[in-house]
């Protein structure tokens, strides 16, 4: 039986491995040990090669191109209607194969290795800020526990924190003392290793070329540039500026029946950490509207007066995104006048 397609159900270490012909009937479908699987696959150079956009499927994506095929990376929420029966790993293959083969399919491309460092990157500093917010948030609780209340804000917290602990009046014990102590040392290091991530991935931000250009663009600063490089790469992935928007979740949510269009908030669907950026950048953009003299500024102060200040922030994060899309798939610098 020819296989024209495979799916790959990925793990560890036994993946389950899923052939079939061009009528989608399966040839084959059985488990195999990480070490085999090229092996296998080196049996059918002819076939393409589908898998659920997970963890460890940017590396095998790289890895089977190199060799040769053809790679589908498929959402897993685009898999899920295919599965047939009970939840296992035989069924989960030959859905992948059956997403794989509908002729209106999203699929992602694998990401490159830059793009994986920087995305790496951003995942560290974000994972050590929200430790270190509930860092705070513990040194906050334990303080009220004893009565006392320092004004909102880290950096007030973190120059009030050793007074306290020198103030001999304060309702603090010893072993509050002692375990604050120790807090404060903790947060005095994540500080240090937030620095240094954030300083080398503005370093990256100034060595990449297309975060270059996308800097220039009001609202973007290193962050967002690099994030929305390690997301889109070349933006070859996204038919168009809308499309990006809508995958990033920035279009209004629609439930229209009867002939009836009934648009709701954004969707809030895709990547969230990127949205959240974007719309932080457009916060930066509405601030200073009423001093701003350039083009996407003027934008924003109309949609300002139609519609206020919180819904003209997502219109103009919106707008970021297509923006910065078109830069990339363009390969053009940004024209504020």
């Known amino acids: 039986m020819n296989v024209t397609l495979i799916g790959i159900d990925l793990a560890k270490t036994v993946f389950q491995v899923c052939g079939v012909n061009r009528s989608g009937n399966p ?22 090669i589908a898998m659920e956009a997970c963890s460890g499927s940017n590396y095998w994506g790289r890895e089977l191109k190199k060799l040769g095929f053809e790679v589908l990376l498929i959402p897993p929420q685009h898999v899920k209607p295919f599965v047939k029966g009970n939840k296992n790993d035989r069924n989960d293959a030959f859905a992948i194969t059956e997403a794989a083969r509908r002729p209106r399919m999203r699929f992602v491309e694998p990401r490159s290795l830059e793009q994986t460092d920087i995305l790496v990157l951003h995942k560290l500093i974000n994972r050590k800020v929200q430790a270190r917010t509930a860092l705070i948030n513990q040194i906050r609780g334990f303080l009220n526990e004893y009565g006392v209340i320092v004004a909102p804000g880290k ?7 050793p007074e306290l602990l020198e103030d001999a009046e ?6 509050a ?3 604050l102590q ?26 990449l070329e297309p975060a270059r250009r996308l800097m220039g663009v009001k609202g973007v600063a290193e962050k967002t540039a690099t994030a929305v490089v ?11 500026g ?30 969230n950490y990127l949205r959240r950026l974007l719309v932080q950048g457009a916060w930066s953009v509405i601030r200073y509207t009423d001093k701003a003299t350039d083009r996407l500024s003027r934008w ?22 297509r923006i910065l899309w078109a830069m990339l798939y363009h390969q053009t610098e940004y024209r504020a006048a």
């Open 182 to 207: 120790s807090l404060l040392e903790e947060w005095r290091e994540a500080n240090r290793q937030i620095q240094m991530h954030e300083a080398k991935l503005k370093q990256t931000a100034k060595q």
């Open 155 to 161: 950096e007030r917290l973190l120059k009030a924190l």
């Open 230 to 240: 390690a997301y889109a790469g070349d933006g070859k992935a996204f038919k168009s």
């Open 170 to 175: 304060n309702p603090l014990t010893c072993a």
């Open 177 to 179: 003392r002692e375990a």
């Open 27 to 48: 040839a084959f479908n059985h488990q195999m040990r990480r070490n085999r699987l090229i092996e296998k696959l080196l049996q059918y150079p002819e076939a393409t």
């Open 242 to 271: 809308r499309h990006f928007a809508a995958n990033l979740g920035l279009v209004p949510n629609e439930h229209s029946s009867g002939g009836k269009q009934k648009l709701g908030s954004i969707t809030r669907r895709g990547n």
């Open 300 to 321: 924003a102060a109309g949609v300002i007066e139609r519609r206020g200040k919180h819904k003209a922030v997502i219109a103009v994060a919106n707008k970021l995104a």
